[in-house]
């Protein structure tokens, strides 16, 4: 009698101990950005997190060594998620002008840093003495910086004043929507999208200002 063939459903669906485990991984991930965004990296607890998760504080010591262990898998899961919708954060689409294709840029990124404000509060709190997590963080920011540049090239005549004003303005970007994830009283927190408008008419006025075209 032929076997049948495993549809590819069942080719790779994980056994359903496994399913469970990565389940629970991807719960104290979530629960360790929330109390991360709730405490602060200091204030945040292996108990805290586990009871955030609904679980065990050994079922947390079993998938990660320490907070150190969790903060970085919260940080490569970012990562890994920033990668495959950089599309949605760069517009690479030589029809649009460049002014639209910065503030799709900035709009996205500040809803995505709102999103993950429990890892950039830990990245501002912890991550400059976490090497590993600094190094992926770079590695995505710079990674993110070709990109946008890639995608306003065509549009421009000088490709050097281009690379360079797109690195200042990145990190207007970041130190900007940094700031106000940890100051009460900043403009993002007040009046997020008045905020982030304006951050991204003064970004695109300082790109239109450095970059002839």
Avoid: C
């Avoid at 790779?12 to 101990?17: C, F, K, S």
């Avoid at 955030?52 to 940080?75: H, Q, T």
């Avoid at 106000?180 to 008045?194: E, F, V, Y």
Wanted: aromatic share 8%.
């Amino acid at each position: 009698m032929t076997k049948a063939k495993a549809t590819p459903a069942e080719k790779w669906a994980l056994p359903a101990q496994q399913a469970r485990s990565l389940a629970t991984r991807e719960r104290l991930l979530a629960a360790a950005e929330k109390t991360f965004a709730d405490k602060g990296y200091d204030g945040a607890k292996l108990s805290d997190i586990a009871a955030e998760a609904g679980v065990s504080v050994g079922a947390v010591y079993f998938r990660f060594k320490d907070k150190d262990a969790l903060f970085l898998g919260v940080a490569e899961t970012f990562v890994q998620e920033a990668r495959a919708r950089l599309g949605e954060f760069v517009v690479d689409d030589a029809t649009r002008p460049l002014d639209e294709v910065v503030r799709t840029f900035v709009m996205r990124t500040a809803a995505n840093f709102a999103a993950h404000r429990g890892l950039f509060r830990a990245i501002i709190e912890r991550g400059f003495e976490h090497k590993p997590v600094l190094d992926i963080m770079f590695a995505l920011r710079d990674e993110i910086a070709r990109s946008l540049q890639d995608a306003l090239s065509a549009r421009v005549r000088d490709k050097q004043a281009l690379g360079d004003a797109i690195r200042v303005a990145t990190q207007m970007i970041y130190g900007f929507l940094l700031i106000g994830i940890l100051n009460p009283h900043a403009p993002t927190r007040q009046n997020r999208t008045q905020a982030v408008k304006g951050l991204a008419d003064a970004v695109v006025a300082y790109l239109q200002s450095m970059v002839p075209r």
